[in-house]
Each structure stands twice: as C-alpha cells, then as structure tokens.
C-alpha cells in the first residue's frame, strides 16, 4: 500500500505552547488529507479534512482556530496545535487519499501528543 | 441508529482458529469498503479494500460485502498471535470522509 509519514510520533510540550504535527504522503499525490483524534480505546474521531489548496472543513465541535490544518501541496499536510492545554493530550493520526477513483485511505503512524 | 455498528469485543480466539468480524451499515449509499488493522498506538495499516458488493481474498484474509443485507464481513484463516490488534471497518460513497466503525479488539492466544 501507499506509505504515509507522520512527524513526529511522540512530543510533549508546556501548556499554552504549539505543536505542529507533520503528515506526508510519500508515493502518492493525496488530494485529500483527514485528521482524526483518538483516544484510548476507542475509535477514530475526525477532526477536519482538508483539500490540497483549500480551507479545511473541520467536524462540528472542532475549534478550527486551536486545530490549524494548512494542506498546502499534494504531498504535506500541517496540523497545529495552538495554546495547548492538558485536554488536548491524544493520539492524533493523519490520513491521505488520492485522486478518484482512489477511495482507499492510508494513515500515518500518529501522534501521541502530551501537554504538561 | 448509527451509520456503522461494529460489535467492540473484545474477541479471544486460539491460535489457528478462524475468526469472524463484522459490520453493519445503514447508508445505502456505501460502495468502498475497507478493512483496517490497528495496533496499540500506531496508525492503521489498510488491509482489505473492496468496491460494491462481493468477495475479495488476500492471504489469510477474506473481506466479503453483502449490499443488499448492508454487512460486511474479515476472515482470517489460521489465526496467529500476531494478528491480535483492534480491527476496524470503514466505509464510503465516494469522495466522502471514510465512516469508521468502533473497532473490535482480537486476541489470538497462543
């Protein structure tokens, strides 16, 4: 399958600072990317898809100014975390699609951010 | 009712034993169908994709999808530890975000 590369895996960080997760398909141009949160034990929550070149639409109940997704070229999407609190620590995974008729998507290997 | 049920387990099988997941949906506009295999604190690594109805075979694994009853179906054949992990079905209409069912916990035991 198509790989997709996800930076950094792990990252801890102060309360109130940001973090910028990387997501980068590596052998495919990904029209689509999504960001997902998941926490323990249980299942993927989507955040926000983004398309190359567009504003991302997040979920309902996403903050779209704490959750920046910058989707700048076919191959790089951006997630930032701004002024994170202890609430945000999660396992945060992206995932990219290619152009249809590609309907499959391929994750990154995560996140687990932690905010002290 | 949810748009995909998928039954959490957890599901503890011997090793060598086939093993059963399923998922139901209710959105008849599905028509990609995937299966995604998850460890603890990694991404998921696709493992079965399938479009529209029919059966798909790779290996050991075996996606079958049944439109009409809107149930999907992973078996594995000679089930070994290694394939212990969280399993996640997902599916789509298109263009659309992947819908994700909860996930069901497999344990093989050795």
């Known amino acids: 399958g198509a790989v997709v590369s996800q930076h950094p895996s792990r990252v801890i960080c102060k309360s109130g600072t940001s973090v910028k997760i990387e997501c980068r398909s590596l052998?495919?141009?990904?029209?689509?990317m999504f960001w997902y949160r998941q926490f323990p034990k249980q299942s993927l929550m989507l955040m926000a898809t983004?398309?190359?070149?567009?504003?991302?639409?997040?979920e309902q109940g996403v903050e779209k100014d704490k959750f920046l997704i910058n989707h700048a070229s076919l191959t790089l999407s951006t997630l930032t975390v701004t002024s994170a609190h202890p609430e945000d620590s999660s396992f945060y995974i992206c995932?990219?699609?290619?152009?249809?008729?590609?309907?499959?998507?391929?994750f990154g290997q995560g996140t687990r951010l932690t905010v002290v | 009712q949810k748009e995909v049920e998928q039954d959490p387990g957890p599901l503890s099988v011997p090793e060598g034993a086939i093993v059963s997941l399923n998922c139901t949906y209710s959105?008849?506009?599905?028509?990609?169908f995937m299966w995604y295999r998850q460890y603890s604190r990694k991404g998921p690594e696709l493992l079965m994709y399938?479009?529209?109805?029919g059966n798909k075979e790779d290996g050991r694994f075996t996606a079958q999808v049944d439109k009409s009853s809107k149930y999907i179906s992973l078996f594995i054949r000679d089930s070994q530890p290694s394939d212990s992990a969280t399993y996640l079905c997902?599916?789509?209409?298109?263009?659309?975000?992947?819908?994700f069912g909860k996930g069901t916990r497999l344990s093989v035991i050795a």
């Open positions: 995932s990219a699609r290619g152009q249809p008729p590609n309907t499959e998507a391929f």
């Open positions: 052998d495919f141009q990904a029209t689509t």
């Open positions: 983004s398309n190359e070149g567009s504003k991302a639409t997040y």
């Open positions: 959105n008849s506009a599905f028509q990609y």
């Open positions: 399938t479009y529209s109805s």
């Open positions: 997902a599916m789509s209409s298109g263009n659309t975000p992947l819908v």
